[in-house]
C-alpha cells in the first residue's frame, strides 16, 4: 500500500515557463473524472476518509498510521505542515472493508441503519447544480452501505516530472473553475515519509515557491461553492 506524500500550490501564469527552466519534463496530460462519496451526515469524509470513483476504479484516500512528529524534526518542519499524506487503497474489497470499519464506530451508525426506502442510491451523475442527485444505474454497494455521490468534477490534468529529485508535478485544472498545481511522491507504507519531504522541499524551492502558504485543493473550493455546510462541518472539525 502506498501513502502520497503531497503538496498543492499556486499555479500561476508563469508556471509553465518556470517548468521548462528547470528541465521539468512533460510526461502525459488527460482528463480525469471524480466522484466522491459520503454518508448523509459525511461520516466519512469527517473522519478524513475520502472515497472516489475515478473513472471506473475506486479508490480510498486515508491517514496514515504514523503521526507527522515521527517524520521532521527542528528544521523543514513548517514546509512540512504544507504537505499531506494520505494512505491510497486502490482494491475494492479492502476499500469496502475500510469504509465498513469507518462506520461501524460512527455514532450515526449508518450501518446499522435500515435500509433506505425505496430503490437503493446508486454511483450516476451529479450536476454541480444539485449535487446527490441519483441518477443512472452502476455499482450497488455504495448505497447498501447509504453513501451517496456528493461531489463529481473533472479535472484537466498535465503531469511533469523533475526526474533529479524523484517528483511528480500536476497542473489541475477544474471544470468548476479552480486550478491548482500539486507536488507529490509516493512512498510504500512504513517507508521514510521524511525523505518525500525533502525531495518536495526541494523541487518547491526550483519552482520559486518561497512563500510557505496553505493552498486550497479542489475539493475545499468545490465544497465551498457547492455543498457549504459539508464544508462548514469539515473546517469545524479541522479536516479542511
Ligand atoms: C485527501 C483529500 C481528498 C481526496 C483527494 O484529494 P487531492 O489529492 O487533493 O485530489 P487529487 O485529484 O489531486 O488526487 P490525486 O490525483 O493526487 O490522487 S479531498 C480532500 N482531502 C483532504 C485534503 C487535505 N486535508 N489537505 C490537502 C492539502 N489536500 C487534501
Known amino acids: 500500500m502506498s501513502v502520497e506524500v503531497e503538496r498543492k500550490f499556486v499555479c500561476d501564469a508563469g508556471m509553465w515557463k518556470r517548468l521548462e527552466e528547470i528541465g521539468a519534463v512533460c510526461i502525459g496530460q488527460r482528463e480525469i473524472h471524480d466522484q466522491y462519496f459520503d454518508t448523509p451526515d459525511f461520516e466519512l469524509t469527517l473522519r478524513d476518509t475520502w472515497l472516489r470513483k475515478r473513472e471506473d476504479s475506486w479508490e480510498l484516500k486515508c491517514p496514515p498510521a504514523v503521526g507527522k512528529t515521527q517524520e521532521t524534526s527542528g528544521e523543514g518542519l513548517e514546509e512540512a505542515s504544507l504537505c499531506s499524506r494520505y494512505k491510497e487503497i486502490t482494491s475494492l474489497p479492502e476499500i469496502q472493508s475500510r469504509v465498513k470499519e469507518v462506520l461501524k464506530h460512527?455514532?450515526?451508525?449508518?450501518?446499522?441503519?435500515?435500509?433506505?426506502?425505496?430503490?437503493?442510491?446508486?454511483?450516476?451523475?451529479?450536476?454541480?447544480?444539485?449535487?446527490?442527485?441519483?441518477?443512472?444505474?452502476?455499482?450497488?454497494?455504495?448505497?447498501?452501505?447509504?453513501?451517496?455521490?456528493?461531489?463529481?468534477?473533472?479535472?484537466?490534468?498535465?503531469?511533469?516530472?523533475?526526474?533529479?529529485?524523484?517528483?511528480?508535478?500536476?497542473?489541475?485544472?477544474?471544470?468548476?473553475?479552480?486550478?491548482?498545481?500539486?507536488?507529490?511522491?509516493?512512498?510504500?507504507?512504513?517507508?521514510?515519509?521524511?525523505?518525500?519531504?525533502?525531495?518536495?522541499?526541494?523541487?518547491?524551492?526550483?519552482?520559486?515557491?518561497t512563500r510557505n502558504l496553505r493552498v486550497e485543493g479542489k475539493m475545499d473550493v468545490y465544497l465551498q461553492r457547492f455543498c457549504p455546510e459539508h464544508y462548514v462541518k469539515l473546517q469545524r472539525a479541522h479536516v479542511l
Open 106 to 209: 460512527c455514532a450515526g451508525g449508518s450501518l446499522n441503519a435500515d435500509p433506505l426506502p425505496g430503490p437503493l442510491v446508486t454511483v450516476g451523475q451529479v450536476s454541480h447544480e444539485e449535487p446527490g442527485g441519483p441518477e443512472g444505474v452502476g455499482d450497488p454497494w455504495p448505497g447498501e452501505l447509504n453513501l451517496r455521490c456528493f461531489a463529481e468534477f473533472t479535472t484537466a490534468r498535465r503531469s511533469f516530472t523533475l526526474q533529479e529529485e524523484g517528483v511528480q508535478i500536476d497542473l489541475d485544472q477544474a471544470d468548476f473553475g479552480y486550478t491548482v498545481g500539486e507536488i507529490e511522491v509516493l512512498v510504500q507504507e512504513g517507508e521514510e515519509v521524511g525523505s518525500a519531504l525533502e525531495k518536495i522541499e526541494r523541487a518547491a524551492r526550483r519552482l520559486g515557491l
